[in-house]
C-alpha cells in the first residue's frame, strides 16, 4: 500500500505542509500535532519492507541510481551521463556497483522507482528529484530506506545536493545586461520543475533590479524539437530581444538549429546564453557563453551522503549546495581580447 503526504494529512486533518514539516523535522508544528502524525504515519506503515529487512542482514554492494526520464533522453542529454559517470566513479572507489534504472515514459516515471527497488538489489538509491513525486519519497522514508536527492523535491526536502539556480541565473542574466542587453528572452524547462522555478528567480530578480521587464519567459519540454519551436516563437514574436538565454544545456541544441535555419549571427544578431556548459560549447564560433555546474561534484557529494546514511549515521548537512561559475565565451558580445 503506496501511503501520500495527501492520505495522512486528509486523515491526520491537517494540511499537507504540516505532513511535510514533520517528515523533515522542522519546525512550525505544534507538540500534540507533531506526535499524532507521527502516530499515524506509524500505524500506517503496517507492510513490512523485504528489502529493507534484507539489507539489515547482507549487503548487495549495490547503489541503485534513478533517473526520472527515459533512457533515450537520459543519455542525450548534457546533464545526466556526467552526474551518473562522477557517481559511478565514486562508488567503485569504495567497492560498489551502479544499477541505473530510467523510466518507460515520462509520464510513468514510476517504473523506474519500481523497476530498481524489485528483489533486494540495491542498498541505497541516487534519485534525480525531476518528476519524481510525494508517493515514492513518503515511501522511501517511511521504510528508512537510504537515499540522496540530486536536486530538491517539490514538497520534501530530504537530503539532497544541488547547485545555486537562483545565483547561477541570476549571476547569466546580470552579465547580459552589463554587456548591454536590455530585452532578454529565457527559455527554460517544465515549469513544474523546482530548478526551472528557482533559475526563472534568478533571472526575473536581476531584471527586475536592473529597471527591466522580465516579461519573455517561455517553458518547454527538454527535447530539441520543442525547443526549436519555442525559439522560433521568441524570434518571430518581433519584440526587440537582443539575447536568449537557454536555462539548460539540453535547449541548446534547438536554439542553434534555428539560428542555422534563419540565418542568425550570434552575437550579431542575437547573443547566446547557456545554464549548463559543455565540452563542445567552447568550439563552436563564437563559443558559447555558459553557467558552469560542478556536476562532479554533486555525484560525489552524493555518495559520500548516501555511504553516511547506509551506515546509520546521520550527515551533518541536509542538504549540500555548490556554487556555479560563468564561462564566459563570445556568443554574448563579450570583449574577450
Same mark, same amino acid.
Given at each position: ?8 494529512? *486528509? ?15 522542522? +519546525?512550525?508544528?505544534? *507538540? ?35 533517473? +526520472? ?10 546533464? &545526466? ?14 567497492? =560498489? ?37 510525494? *508517493? ?5 522514508? @517511511? ?15 530530504? =537530503? ?32 513544474? =520543475? ?8 534568478? @533571472? ?15 517553458? /518547454? +519540454?527538454? &527535447? ?6 519555442? /525559439?522560433?516563437? %521568441? ?45 563542445? @560549447? ?11 555546474? +560542478? %556536476?562532479?561534484?554533486?555525484? *560525489? ?25 560563468? %564561462?564566459?565565451?563570445?556568443? /554574448? ?5
Amino acid at each position: 500500500m503506496a501511503i501520500t503526504i495527501k492520505d495522512i494529512a *486528509e486523515l491526520g486533518n491537517v494540511s499537507k505542509g504540516t505532513v511535510s514539516r514533520v517528515i523533515n523535522g522542522e +519546525p512550525g508544528v505544534g *507538540e500534540e500535532t507533531r506526535r499524532r502524525i507521527l502516530k499515524l504515519i506509524k500505524e500506517l506503515d503496517y507492510q513490512p519492507n523485504a528489502s529493507a529487512r534484507g539489507l539489515a542482514v547482507k549487503r548487495s554492494n549495490n547503489i541503485g541510481v534513478i533517473i +526520472p526520464h527515459t533512457g533515450n533522453y537520459s543519455m542525450s542529454s548534457a546533464y &545526466w551521463p556526467a552526474l551518473l559517470t562522477a557517481v559511478t566513479e565514486k562508488a567503485a572507489a569504495n567497492d =560498489y556497483n551502479i544499477l541505473l534504472s530510467t523510466a518507460r515514459s515520462e509520464e510513468d516515471v514510476d517504473s523506474a522507482y519500481r523497476t530498481i527497488l524489485r528483489g533486494k538489489r540495491v542498498d541505497g538509491l541516487v534519485i534525480g528529484a525531476e518528476q519524481f513525486g510525494d *508517493e515514492q519519497l513518503v515511501e522511501l522514508m @517511511f521504510k528508512n530506506f537510504p537515499f540522496v536527492m540530486v536536486g530538491k523535491g517539490p514538497d520534501i526536502s530530504h =537530503y539532497y545536493v544541488d547547485v545555486d539556480n537562483v545565483g547561477g541565473a541570476r549571476k547569466m542574466t546580470e552579465h547580459l545586461i552589463k554587456l548591454g542587453h536590455k530585452n532578454i528572452a529565457m527559455l527554460t524547462g517544465p515549469e513544474t =520543475y523546482p530548478s526551472v522555478r528557482d533559475r526563472v528567480k534568478g @533571472f526575473t530578480q536581476a531584471m527586475t533590479e536592473a529597471g527591466l521587464n522580465p516579461e519573455h519567459i517561455y517553458y /518547454c +519540454p527538454y &527535447w530539441t524539437e520543442k525547443a526549436a519551436l519555442t /525559439c522560433k516563437e %521568441i524570434i518571430h514574436n518581433k519584440a526587440g530581444i537582443t539575447a536568449i538565454f537557454a536555462a539548460a544545456g539540453d535547449l541548446v541544441g534547438g536554439v542553434l538549429k534555428v539560428f542555422k535555419e534563419e540565418k542568425i549571427r550570434m552575437p550579431d544578431d542575437l547573443a547566446l546564453a547557456s545554464f549548463d556548459d559543455h565540452p563542445l @560549447f567552447e568550439c563552436f564560433v563564437p563559443g558559447i557563453t555558459a553557467v558552469s555546474q +560542478p %556536476i562532479n561534484l554533486l555525484g *560525489e557529494a552524493a555518495v559520500d551522503q548516501l555511504f553516511l546514511l547506509m551506515g546509520g549515521k546521520v550527515p551533518t548537512a541536509k542538504k549540500i549546495i555548490f556554487e556555479t561559475e560563468i %564561462i564566459v565565451r563570445g556568443s /554574448c558580445g563579450a570583449n574577450l581580447s
